[in-house]
């Protein structure tokens, strides 16, 4: 069974569903004792903003900025580094804990063994 979870997540307000499934399986995670490690891209990318979850609305999810605080404070949030510079998104405008980080880090954690890797 796999220790660890990576989850890429692409999906933001353009597919709510979609991206709300990728954090709450996060969340989930999280709280079952799981090593986590979202990776925002494409439109989740705006996520990693401050105040930014608390305009994702899905009738019957949990509420965004939750899953969001649940993810940070026993997992990690990663912001892509080329849709964050697509974006114009720097270190210092996201939220406290996301990292900055690229395809390399990306491969790197999903090909560690005992990882299970995910893409909503």
């Known amino acids: 069974m796999a220790n660890k979870l990576v989850i890429k997540v692409t999906a ?10 990728a954090f709450t399986v996060a969340a989930v995670a999280v709280a079952s004792g799981v ?9 989740s990318s705006w996520f990693a903003l401050p105040g930014r979850a608390a305009e ?12 969001i605080e649940s993810i940070l404070a026993a997992g990690r949030i990663t912001l892509c ?24 880090v990306f491969v790197q954690e999903a090909m560690t063994d ?7």
């Open 12 to 21: 933001g307000a353009d597919a709510p569903e979609r991206c709300s499934q």
């Open 35 to 43: 090593e986590v490690s979202l990776w925002l891209t494409g439109e």
């Open 56 to 67: 994702f609305e899905l009738p019957h999810a949990a509420p965004l900025p939750d899953l």
């Open 81 to 104: 580094t080329q849709c964050a510079a697509r974006r114009e998104i720097t270190e210092k405008d996201v939220i406290e804990g996301v990292r900055i980080a690229g395809a390399q």
């Open 114 to 120: 005992g990882t299970q890797a995910l893409v909503y």
